[in-house]
């Protein structure tokens, strides 16, 4: 199972782009990377997931470099909203579980 | 909109009570978790179970036991609560083949005194 390192907090302020960068050294063949959001008092959610190179959905973007070592989530121009804990998860097929870390805790002040 | 409930938001129960915990969801979901979270441990995975009646332990099943009768409902069980227990208890469900994709709950904040 791919460990994966993250940083524990991160500041921003509105309307910057933060870049959280996860690293999965060990990362398998098959693993994909996923990233989750949590806001105060509420269930993870989930927000992106990719392989290689790049994903962008609605909420943020995945940059994955060509050895997939590390990963890097990109929220565009954030705001007040997306203070939150970001956690990064290696997955592949044939496992039955997601294994959470601390994740990186997103603080955006005004 | 998939929906995952959970019985109760906050909980408070005594030590060595019987607590049940339920979850239900409305998408018809193969796959059920119960994780518990605490500060500066991230999620851990108790329990889950892939189809009716059919569970696996996770990373922290001791002191846990869990049920799954009908699709739609999983329960966790703490036969004899203690002080330990306290604690976020969150609930997930998924598709069988997107396991990635995993839709939460609020949680429920279980108190042992």
């Known amino acids: 199972l791919a460990k994966t390192t993250q940083p524990i907090s991160m500041d921003s302020y509105e309307g910057q782009e933060v870049n959280i960068t996860c690293s999965h050294n060990?990362?398998?063949?098959?693993?994909?990377i996923t990233w989750y959001q949590q806001f105060p008092s509420q269930g993870p959610r989930f927000i992106i997931q990719?392989?290689?190179t790049k994903v962008t959905n609605e909420v943020a973007s995945l940059f994955i470099p060509a050895d997939r070592k590390s990963s890097t989530l990109s929220l565009p121009r954030v705001s007040l909203s997306d203070t939150a804990v970001y956690y990064c998860?290696?997955?592949?097929?044939?496992?039955?579980?997601?294994?959470f870390g601390s994740g990186t805790r997103l603080q955006v002040q005004p | 909109d998939v929906k995952v409930t959970q019985s109760s938001r906050y909980l408070v129960k005594r030590t060595g009570e019987k607590v049940f915990l339920e979850c239900v969801q409305d998408?018809?979901?193969?796959?059920m978790f119960w994780y518990r979270q605490d500060p500066g441990l991230g999620l851990r995975l108790i329990y889950f179970?892939?189809?009716?009646?059919?569970?696996e332990k996770g990373d922290i099943p001791e002191g846990y036991s869990v049920s799954r009768e009908k699709k739609e409902r999983f329960s966790l069980i703490l036969e004899s609560a203690s002080t330990n227990q306290t604690s976020m208890y969150l609930c997930?469900?998924?598709?069988?083949?997107?396991?990635?994709?995993?839709?939460f709950g609020p949680g429920t904040r279980l108190t042992v005194t």
């Open positions: 997930a469900s998924s598709l069988s083949g997107t396991l990635y994709e995993q839709y």
């Open positions: 060990n990362i398998a063949t098959n693993d994909y």
């Open positions: 990719g392989y290689k």
């Open positions: 998860l290696v997955f592949g097929p044939g496992r039955r579980a997601l294994t």
């Open positions: 998408m018809d979901h193969e796959n």
């Open positions: 179970s892939y189809d009716v009646k059919m569970k």
